[in-house]
């Protein structure tokens, strides 16, 4: 982790604050339940950066492309919506 070191703490702050989301946010990001998303993990269809017991984070550019992908499934399984 030595090539972190030098970034200035204020910059390490700002990126973990603009791209980084918890588990509840992944949740109203993606519009999914808690179960749903505890599943896609085990299943390995989205990955946390760091688990902090029943608290994930996560890279909100990974979430926003799960998300499209979320958003075309839906609309090949679920016509009617």
């Known amino acids: 982790m030595k090539e972190f070191e030098y970034i200035k703490p ?9 791209c980084a989301l ?9 519009e999914i339940s808690r179960p749903r998303l505890s599943q896609m993990i ?7 950066v760091k688990k902090l017991g ?8 990974d979430l926003l492309q799960k998300k499209e992908e ?4 839906r ?4 016509p009617w919506e």
């Not at 029943?54 to 550019?61: E, G, H, I, N, R």
């Not at 609309?75 to 679920?78: A, H």
Request: glycine letters at 2%.
């Open 42 to 48: 085990r299943d390995g269809k989205i990955e946390p």
């Open 75 to 78: 609309k090949k399984y679920r």
């Open 22 to 30: 918890t588990s509840p946010e992944a949740l109203e990001l993606l």
């Open 54 to 61: 029943a608290v994930s984070l996560f890279l909100k550019d």
């Open 70 to 73: 979320l958003i075309l499934l």
């Open 10 to 18: 204020e910059l390490k702050r700002k990126f973990i604050r603009e």
